[in-house]
């Protein structure tokens, strides 16, 4: 059963003339449903039972193309490999120094950071976003043992 948010991306990709293969379908559902902002290898190692001939560039190549399509986000960080993410509205992210794990959270009281950031520096803001790092329960529960 697809999410009405993956049927929408589905949709928006039709809308573009952009071609659905199965691969790349699977790739929109696997993202729109893993929910763990995976990596392109992630999503390559997990699929790749069900499609033996997909190489990792093919995924690489149909993230782009969700990208350019604004239906994925690509997280850096620092060196680690580019995580995508599915949500693309605005929101913020946890993430486990243990594991990686990131988690999205949405606090509205920070909306207003970009107004604040032009009102003191005088830039006209285009974006921003957030980080919290710490430990997920995962790895909590492990290290108390």
Do not use: W
């Not at 995508?84 to 486990?96: A, E, G, K, L, P």
């Amino acid at each position: 059963m697809e999410s009405q948010e993956l049927r929408e991306a589905l949709q928006s990709l039709k809308s573009t003339k952009v071609r659905m293969t199965p691969q790349r379908h699977a790739i929109l559902e696997y993202l729109f449903e893993a929910q763990i902002h995976p990596t392109a290898d992630d999503i390559y190692k997990a699929l790749e039972s069900r499609f033996p001939n997909m190489s990792v560039a093919t995924v690489y190549n149909n993230l782009r193309v969700f990208k350019e399509a604004g239906l994925v986000r690509e997280l850096t960080y620092g060196d680690s490999s580019s995580r995508f993410d599915s949500n693309t509205s605005d929101h913020y992210h946890v993430i486990c120094d243990g594991c990686g794990k990131i988690v999205d959270f949405h606090y509205p009281g920070l909306d207003e950071v970009e107004t604040l950031a032009e009102h003191v520096a005088g830039f006209k803001v285009r974006t921003h976003r957030m980080e919290v790092y710490g430990t997920c329960p995962d790895c909590s529960g492990r290290s108390r043992h």
